[in-house]
């Protein structure tokens, strides 16, 4: 089952792990390392990438925490919503993963709504798929370095973007 991030909402990650709340997992200051390490700042009380003045901005959260590739270590999907931003997704993410020596690292972000799908890259890493406008998505795998594009899908289907 897959799961999509919501413009404005936190989303639920595709798998058995019960969706936790915003910070729950996570102790203030892994919270702050991680939305650092996803190249937010705090202002205010917000976490902000993007400097959307319009009330429809939803800054940066937590939308869930948890070990996604099975190395024992939290990884943390980051989300803000601004059409202002984003365009017509209205949307961003970014993943990032909490490292053997206790710093966070940004795995991947962009515009778009994330599901997790179940498939899997190297190292455990679940394959991506980035929605957003239209019916064909790109599904993006781990290549042990990066996540890449790997194939177009809708609804679990193969398509080919622009038909």
Request: aromatic residues 8%.
């Amino acid at each position: 089952m897959k799961t999509l991030v919501p413009i404005a909402a936190a989303a639920l990650l595709a798998g058995s792990a019960p969706a936790l709340g915003a910070s729950s997992s996570l102790t203030p200051a892994d919270e702050a390392a991680a939305f650092k390490a996803a190249g937010f700042t705090l202002k205010g009380k917000q976490w902000r990438k993007c400097e959307d003045p319009s009330p429809a901005y939803s800054p940066g959260e937590l939308s869930e925490v948890r070990d996604l590739n099975g190395d024992g270590v939290p990884e943390a999907l980051i989300t803000e919503s601004s059409s202002f931003c984003f365009g017509h997704s209205g949307a961003a993410y970014t993943l990032v993963s909490k490292q053997a020596t206790g710093s966070w690292k940004k795995i991947t972000g962009g515009t778009g709504m994330v599901a997790v799908l179940p498939a899997k890259g190297k190292d455990g890493w679940p394959d991506l798929e980035v929605g957003g406008p239209g019916f064909c998505f790109p599904v993006e795998r781990w290549n042990g370095k990066a996540y890449v594009l790997n194939r177009h899908q809708y609804e679990g289907r193969a398509c080919r973007p622009g038909r």
